[in-house]
C-alpha cells in the first residue's frame, strides 16, 4: 500500500515561493504518477500539477502554469512542487496522490484518490 507525506507548507507573503516535497513509501516509486491537488476551506479539490509513472509528461493547471514546477527524482522516491510568485488565491491544503502506470494528465483527474497524503498547509498573505 503506497503511503504519501508531504512537507514544506507554510506562510508566505504574496509573490514568494516554497517547495513543497511529497514522499512515497511502501511501494515501488518508479510504478506511480504522483499529482499535487489543493483544497480551499468550502471548496472541492482542485488539480494543480501532476508527472506521469515514467517522468515524461507533466501536467499543469491553467492557474499555476509557468509559476509552479513539478519534478519527481527517483532516489529519493519524492516528488517536489516548486511554487514561485504566490498569490493570496494559492492558499489551500495542498496534498499529493499516487496510482500507478498512468500518466500526468489521468493523474490531474483524480481529484478523489483514496491513495493521498494527509496534506500539506500553504498560505500566500497580501
Known amino acids: 500500500q503506497v503511503h504519501l507525506v508531504e512537507s514544506g507548507g507554510g506562510l508566505v507573503q504574496s509573490g514568494g515561493s516554497l517547495r513543497l516535497s511529497c514522499q512515497l513509501s511502501g511501494v515501488t516509486f518508479t510504478f506511480y504518477a504522483v499529482g499535487w491537488f489543493r483544497q480551499a476551506p468550502g471548496k472541492g479539490p482542485d488539480s494543480v500539477a501532476a508527472v506521469g509513472w515514467d517522468g515524461t509528461t507533466t501536467w499543469y493547471s491553467d492557474s499555476v502554469k509557468g509559476r509552479f514546477t513539478i519534478e519527481r527524482v527517483n532516489a529519493e522516491n519524492t516528488v517536489y512542487l516548486q511554487m514561485t510568485l504566490l498569490k493570496p488565491e494559492d492558499t489551500a491544503l495542498y496534498f499529493c496522490?499516487?496510482?500507478?502506470?498512468?500518466?500526468?494528465?489521468?493523474?490531474?483527474?483524480?481529484?478523489?484518490?483514496?491513495?493521498r497524503g494527509q496534506g500539506t498547509q500553504v498560505t500566500v498573505s497580501s
Open positions: 496522490a499516487a496510482t500507478r502506470w498512468i500518466a500526468a494528465q489521468t493523474m490531474a483527474g483524480m481529484t478523489d484518490s483514496q491513495d
